[in-house]
């Protein structure tokens, strides 16, 4: 067979070629709608490579991004790694002290910033590597602050005078094409290099018909962000495919994603449960339907029965549960059903439906017990899942101290988790967020679980807290979804008819406002410095 190295500008080359026409449609900041084919896209692709180069960006540079999902967005992906550089998506709800720490770690070259950021980037003071910050902003006379003071440049005119057409260099398929740092809930964070052949079998992997089943017939939106693990690889697995892609922009309320997939007639949808519950709190305060939409893909956190049922009976949306990590592109694991699950009962649908998914070819998973000795796939065993394969990581950007393999070159995972006989896995818990209470172990997931199928509660934490008799308990920490809509004992009974007795939380406190972290996940590290003066009576 003729060699032929995995290059990641190869995928939008052949989405100009085979699917010239198909669309790109971008809703900017403002509201305003942006929409070019594949086609014009790869044109534009190369006047930046063009650009690039023209900077002095060359291959092993890292170039950075701090910007919402939109079609300037996947220019940058392409462009940056077309030319061997690395683009390093930067999550700018990190805030500024983070994202300066990020910055200077990755030694970025460039930085092309949402002009909406502008002020968090001022803040974030004066990053030596830094030679030029440039603004996505297509007028420059607008009044916005220009990052310390330092005139920054702009996208549409660097790209405006340069030639279409690029001859890609030849790239060895191990060259790194991506960074981007995990959310660093534990410490500082920690970056992954995507290689171009990592970035390229994870997107065919993704177009599976039993993974994330892209086609040219499909219209996608990618909700998660492209600052959070390349948007799980869809605005790759599109253009490889010949999808439809819908970009959001910064407007993620149920409301504005409503009239998007409705306008767009989107038919999947792609993010993590906070924002599908905001999207279902909208649908039914409003009793609006989405007629296109057939599937939501799920992922970062765990679902809940409650939402996926209501999704599936009021609105005729299948929620997919997938599961993955920053470390692993992500897509590990996703929830596709099988030819046996037609024969199961609504209630095993149900209870098989919040495993995390079964695995993806491509990427090898096991469990390990506390002694690193293998665990079976009984479905009942819990261990620490590991994982290797084509898009796993092998270790983090300038930091070889953090050990992320075992011995015999698995990563670790940190996640608690079982795997039935026929390959579905269900995690149980982060290995940090676990309770151990007098010895045993205590699901937060399940607590959390049990908690938000109650109509009455939006958003639902288990965090641990000291308790003079069993070490530690769980304490639940709730947003009601309206006012006055469960009193914490109503809520602590209820959960009780559905756990045993020693697992029930002993408290309840309820919040206004949940606090969460920089990847819309429940940030648990502040719920622990918030409640860490918390005492349970005997
Ligand atoms: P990140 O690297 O920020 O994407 O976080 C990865 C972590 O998110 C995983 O190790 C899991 O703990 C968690 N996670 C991802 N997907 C799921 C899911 N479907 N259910 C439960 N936890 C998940």
């Given at each position: 067979m003729i060699y032929s190295p995995l290059s990641v500008p190869s995928i939008i080359r052949f989405a100009a070629e085979n699917h010239s026409d198909q669309e790109i449609v971008s809703r900017l900041n403002g509201g305003a709608m942006h929409r070019y084919s594949y086609a014009d896209c790869y044109q534009r692709i190369a006047k930046l490579a063009n650009a690039l180069q023209a900077l002095g960006v060359t291959k092993g540079d890292v170039v950075g991004t701090i910007a919402w999902n939109s079609y300037q967005h996947v220019e940058l992906y392409y462009a940056i790694s077309g030319i061997g550089a690395i683009c390093h998506t930067i999550n700018p709800r990190m805030g500024a002290d983070r994202l300066a720490w990020v910055v200077a770690h990755a030694q970025d070259k460039l930085v092309f910033f949402d002009s909406q950021f502008s002020s968090m980037i001022d803040a974030a003071g004066t990053i030596n590597s830094v030679n030029h910050w440039i603004a996505l902003e297509a007028d420059s006379k607008k009044n916005w602050l220009p990052p310390h003071s330092v005139k920054p440049l702009f996208y549409e005119t660097l790209i405006n005078e340069q030639r279409s057409n690029i001859d890609w260099p030849d790239l060895d398929e191990n060259t790194s094409c991506g960074l981007c740092y995990t959310s660093g809930t534990t410490g500082k964070p920690k970056g992954v290099c995507y290689t171009h052949r990592s970035t390229v079998l994870h997107a065919m992997a993704i177009c599976m018909t039993d993974v994330l089943g892209l086609s040219a017939m499909e219209t996608i939106l990618p909700v998660v962000p492209m600052f959070h693990v390349n948007a799980w690889g869809l605005p790759y697995g599109a253009p490889m495919s010949g999808a439809k892609l819908v970009l959001p922009g910064p407007m993620l309320d149920g409301e504005s994603l409503a009239n998007l997939i409705d306008q767009e007639n989107v038919t999947s949808a792609y993010g993590v449960p906070t924002v599908w519950m905001g999207l279902l709190d909208y649908l039914d305060r409003t009793g609006r339907q989405l007629p296109s939409l057939k599937r939501l893909v799920s992922g970062g956190s765990a679902v809940s029965g409650d939402m996926l049922q209501r999704f599936r009976e009021d609105y005729g949306v299948t929620v997919i549960n997938a599961w993955g990590m920053t470390e692993t592109s992500p897509v590990g694991t996703v929830n596709m059903p099988k030819q046996?699950?037609?024969?199961?009962s609504q209630a095993e649908s149900d209870a098989l439906a919040l495993k995390q998914g079964r695995g993806v070819f491509g990427l090898e998973m096991r469990l390990a017990d506390t002694e690193n000795r293998p665990l079976p796939r009984d479905g009942q065993a819990t261990g620490e899942l590991q994982v290797r394969g084509h898009?796993?990581?092998?270790g983090y950007l300038h930091q070889a101290d953090l050990d992320a393999l075992t011995e015999d070159g698995w990563f670790r995972t940190g996640d608690i988790a079982s795997i039935d006989p026929q390959g579905y896995m269900h995690i149980s818990d982060r290995a940090k967020d676990m309770i151990k209470s007098g010895g045993e172990w205590i699901s937060s997931i399940e607590l959390e679980n049990a908690a938000l199928s109650h109509p009455g509660v939006a958003q639902a934490a288990v965090i641990a807290v000291p308790h003079p008799k069993w070490q530690e308990r769980p304490l639940l920490i709730a947003c009601r979804s309206q006012t006055d809509a469960i009193a914490a004992t109503d809520l602590r009974d209820y959960v009780a008819t559905q756990l045993e007795k020693w697992m029930v939380p002993d408290a309840v406190e309820f919040i206004d406002e949940m606090p969460l972290g920089a990847t819309g996940k429940i940030d648990k590290v502040q719920l622990r410095k918030i409640y860490q003066d918390y005492r349970l009576k005997e």
């Open positions: 046996r699950s037609q024969n199961i898009w796993v990581t092998e």
